[in-house]
């Protein structure tokens, strides 16, 4: 009996201690007879990126451009946009809107300063779309908050800014890629190799269409009844540049304001900053700038230590769309543009030219630098490429607006002997900013 009586007790407190552990693990959501259910996503299965291998993104300064890149981002599995910083407030709430429908969820923040989204910890990498003005302010700010950077393009004002951004990504060991999306499609990086492997001879001029080779005051337009700040922040706008009354038409243009001297980012930069940069790579002249510019009957004429010739011209080019570059070497030449078609004085050079995609898309670019992002590798458009590119734009708009030749020194980054043209290489910040 007393057998059966301790057989008995033994069971009741193995039931009790079930019992007390069964109730312990349901308030703790551990209950053992219903496992939690992990999504497959989370586990990387179904083809999905599992959230410790997704590059954490957020945007600034996203209109028209940039919202087209920010597509372009978000077709990519791996990553995920979690913040928007914008001026504008209709702006901040269509790409909440976007990414929260894309999402499903509420988890998009939004952002009137572009250093509160840079504060965020778990944000890895920054698509900046702001106008030019800004382009470096915010690109340099976020290296050192620890961001990458996929940074649209003009990248910068002035030589100068050119010079600190390339450091200062160097310095930090951030990912930067310019938007120069061209580096990343097929016809004009077979043209490249063309060139750059001695397929047309001894390269001897590279040709790049600027867009524009004029150069002048951005102007004081009319003051207009100024907006709430949360309606649109005219002094964050502004940034940097001088202080001007409010304008509609200044701030749905998103565009730069000129310099000291009256230069805007403007002339040969808005195209230039593409094909300027195609030429700059064919020639492997990433890490330097021509050392002589002259204007020349229309055209905007360089020249590299090396005796390569760089001309700047907006006619004279064949049907191949926009954004046209030519490559002329000793015995051979091609051209190509934005249409993807290409032309040589060699067809049987371009028999092995592989796909044609027309039309400038950027997602090869953003892909190119997630991937980097993830290998800490460069980008095709890094930012000592973007800032030599940038730089030989800057010293041609110079030369253009003093309408004479100008001799650059790239060792030394200044103009030689030439204290006028050097004025331009800089520009006063408005208080408080600094870079």
Same mark, same amino acid.
């Given at each position: 009996?007393?057998?059966?009586?301790?057989?008995?007790?033994?069971?009741?407190?193995?039931?009790?201690?079930?019992?007390?552990?069964?109730?312990?693990?349901?308030?703790?959501?551990?209950?053992?007879?219903?496992?939690?259910?992990?999504?497959?996503?989370?586990?990387?299965?179904?083809?999905?990126?599992?959230?410790?291998?997704?590059?954490?993104?957020?945007?600034?300064?996203?209109?028209?451009?940039?919202?087209?890149?920010?597509?372009?981002?978000?077709?990519?599995? #791996?990553?995920?946009?979690?913040?928007?910083?914008?001026?504008?407030?209709?702006?901040?709430?269509?790409?909440?809107?976007?990414?929260?429908?894309? =999402?499903?969820?509420?988890?998009?923040?939004? =952002?009137?300063?572009?250093? #509160?989204?840079?504060?965020?910890?778990?944000?890895?990498?920054?698509?900046? @779309?702001?106008?030019?003005?800004?382009?470096?302010?915010?690109?340099?700010?976020?290296?050192?908050?620890?961001?990458?950077? =996929?940074?649209?393009?003009?990248?910068?004002?002035?030589?100068?800014?050119?010079?600190?951004?390339?450091?200062?990504?160097?310095?930090?060991?951030?990912?930067?890629?310019?938007?120069?999306?061209?580096?990343?499609?097929?016809?004009?990086?077979?043209?490249?190799?063309?060139?750059?492997?001695?397929?047309?001879?001894?390269?001897?001029?590279?040709?790049?269409?600027?867009?524009?080779?004029?150069?002048?005051?951005?102007?004081?337009?009319?003051?207009?009844?100024?907006?709430?700040?949360?309606? @649109?922040?005219?002094?964050?706008?502004?940034?940097?540049?001088?202080?001007?009354?409010?304008?509609?038409?200044?701030?749905?243009?998103?565009?730069?304001?000129?310099?000291?001297?009256?230069?805007?980012?403007?002339?040969?930069?808005?195209?230039?900053?593409?094909?300027?940069?195609?030429?700059?790579?064919?020639?492997?002249?990433? #890490?330097?700038?021509?050392?002589?510019?002259?204007?020349?009957?229309?055209?905007?004429?360089?020249? =590299?230590?090396?005796?390569?010739?760089?001309?700047?011209?907006?006619?004279?080019?064949?049907?191949?769309?926009?954004?046209?570059?030519? $490559?002329?070497?000793?015995?051979?030449?091609?051209?190509?543009?934005?249409? @993807?078609?290409?032309?040589?004085?060699?067809?049987?050079?371009?028999?092995?030219?592989?796909?044609?995609?027309?039309?400038?898309?950027?997602?090869?670019?953003?892909?190119? $630098?997630?991937?980097?992002?993830?290998?800490?590798?460069?980008?095709?458009?890094?930012?000592?490429?973007?800032?030599?590119?940038?730089?030989?734009?800057?010293?041609?708009?110079?030369?253009?607006?003093?309408?004479?030749?100008?001799?650059?020194?790239?060792?030394?980054?200044?103009?030689?002997? #030439?204290?006028?043209?050097?004025?331009?290489?800089?520009?006063?910040?408005?208080?408080?900013?600094?870079?």
């Amino acid at each position: 009996m007393d057998q059966i009586r301790k057989s008995n007790s033994r069971k009741t407190a193995t039931e009790l201690s079930r019992r007390k552990f069964l109730t312990k693990a349901t308030k703790a959501g551990a209950l053992l007879a219903f496992p939690t259910i992990i999504p497959a996503s989370a586990l990387g299965k179904n083809g999905s990126v599992p959230p410790s291998e997704r590059i954490v993104l957020g945007g600034i300064g996203i209109g028209n451009r940039g919202s087209y890149v920010l597509g372009c981002f978000l077709a990519e599995e #791996d990553v995920q946009f979690v913040a928007i910083c914008d001026v504008k407030a209709v702006r901040r709430k269509s790409i909440k809107a976007r990414a929260d429908s894309k =999402y499903g969820n509420k988890d998009c923040s939004m =952002y009137r300063d572009f250093r #509160d989204l840079l504060a965020r910890e778990d944000i890895d990498a920054v698509l900046c @779309a702001t106008g030019p003005n800004s382009h470096t302010l915010v690109s340099i700010t976020a290296a050192k908050a620890g961001k990458d950077v =996929y940074c649209e393009k003009p990248c910068t004002k002035n030589i100068s800014q050119s010079l600190i951004l390339a450091d200062v990504f160097r310095r930090t060991g951030r990912v930067f890629q310019c938007g120069t999306q061209r580096r990343s499609l097929p016809n004009f990086g077979y043209a490249v190799d063309l060139a750059r492997l001695g397929r047309l001879g001894k390269l001897q001029t590279v040709y790049a269409h600027p867009g524009g080779l004029g150069t002048k005051m951005s102007g004081w337009a009319k003051a207009d009844p100024e907006p709430d700040k949360e309606v @649109a922040d005219w002094d964050m706008y502004l940034g940097t540049a001088a202080w001007r009354p409010f304008n509609n038409g200044l701030l749905r243009n998103g565009f730069g304001f000129e310099k000291g001297g009256g230069l805007t980012g403007g002339g040969c930069l808005e195209w230039g900053s593409h094909c300027v940069d195609l030429c700059q790579w064919a020639n492997d002249a990433d #890490d330097t700038s021509p050392i002589e510019y002259e204007p020349v009957n229309g055209e905007l004429h360089a020249r =590299y230590a090396n005796g390569v010739k760089l001309v700047m011209r907006n006619k004279g080019w064949m049907a191949m769309g926009s954004c046209p570059v030519r $490559f002329e070497g000793e015995t051979d030449w091609v051209e190509t543009g934005d249409n @993807a078609n290409m032309a040589s004085s060699s067809p049987e050079l371009l028999l092995d030219r592989g796909a044609k995609i027309g039309g400038y898309p950027a997602n090869f670019h953003v892909r190119d $630098f997630l991937d980097a992002v993830k290998s800490r590798g460069q980008t095709r458009a890094n930012a000592d490429a973007a800032c030599h590119a940038h730089i030989t734009c800057h010293a041609a708009n110079i030369a253009l607006y003093l309408n004479r030749k100008v001799h650059y020194d790239p060792a030394k980054r200044e103009f030689i002997n #030439d204290d006028e043209a050097n004025r331009f290489r800089s520009e006063a910040l408005r208080e408080p900013w600094r870079i």
